[in-house]
């Protein structure tokens, strides 16, 4: 499985931004997705999560209410929009996915597939 993400960029404080991220390779083994981000200096941590169904999706507090992740194209592609964007939010966005029914947001290795990153600037 190799999952490309795409979408990142620089903008203003409360502007928007979509990421993508595509999986191919064996995708149909693949149940839950997500986003993780990290800043320098700073460990990776978990932002979002989808099952493979996709009604189903968990949300750091942090971006709870201004990020929305949602999956398309048989389950084989994952976005996030980014709302509301703050200079926080700033930082290199990586999808994952893994066999798993959920995301492993406690130990981010632990998940089988990374994307390559992405990167998200946010100015004032």
């Known amino acids: 499985v190799q999952l490309q993400a795409s979408g990142g960029g620089s903008v203003q404080a409360a502007e928007s931004l979509r990421l993508s991220c595509a999986a191919s390779g064996r995708a149909s083994s693949i149940y839950a997705m997500g986003w993780f981000r990290q800043a320098p200096g700073e460990e990776r941590e978990w932002v979002a999560s989808?099952?493979?169904?996709?009604?189903?999706?968990y949300y750091a507090d942090s971006v709870k209410g201004r990020f929305t992740i949602s999956r398309a194209n048989a389950g084989n592609t994952v976005y996030l929009q980014m709302s509301s964007l703050k200079p926080e939010d700033t930082a290199v966005y990586y999808c994952a996915a893994t066999h798993s029914a959920s995301i492993n947001v406690v130990n981010p290795f632990f998940n089988e597939y990374w994307g390559q990153g992405t990167e998200v600037t946010v100015s004032s």
């Open positions: 989808i099952d493979r169904s996709g009604h189903n999706e």
